[in-house]
């Protein structure tokens, strides 16, 4: 489920060997990894905001999404590297393969994910 024409991608992260990935990138720069059901009102509601922080955000962040139907294993595994209790849905900001934001339910907004981006630089 990747997000298009949007100002940057948001790409699956379903499956270990792209959460070392993702973890690894985050010494070169910020990582958003955002954690979504697909049944749950709230995290559609969360999406939507993370929907329109892409519309305008640049490159200097990556940005993963972890659909937990689907990648159950992989959500656990971030939650527990990061050392965040799982939440979903749940945005979470990696530094130097560390968790240095996250926020979920109804704190996930636009403004607050610019916010994070811009204070991780």
């Not at 059901?37 to 559609?44: G, M």
């Not at 799982?86 to 907004?109: D, F, Y």
Request: net charge negative; with cysteine.
């Amino acid at each position: 489920m990747s997000v298009r024409k949007m100002a940057v991608d948001l790409e699956d992260l379903d499956s270990f060997q792209k959460l070392d990935e993702a973890l690894e990138e985050s010494n070169e720069r910020p990582v958003l990894i955002f954690k979504h059901s697909l049944t749950c009102p709230i995290s559609t509601r969360a999406f939507a905001e993370l929907q329109s922080h892409l519309e305008h955000a640049d490159s200097k962040a990556s940005y993963e999404l972890i659909i937990v139907q689907s990648a159950r294993e992989v959500s656990d595994a971030a939650a527990s590297r990061l050392h965040v209790a799982h939440e979903s849905p749940q945005a979470i900001l990696v530094r130097k393969g560390r968790g240095i934001w996250n926020a979920s339910h109804h704190e996930i907004t636009a403004d607050a994910l610019d916010r994070a981006i811009r204070e991780a630089e």
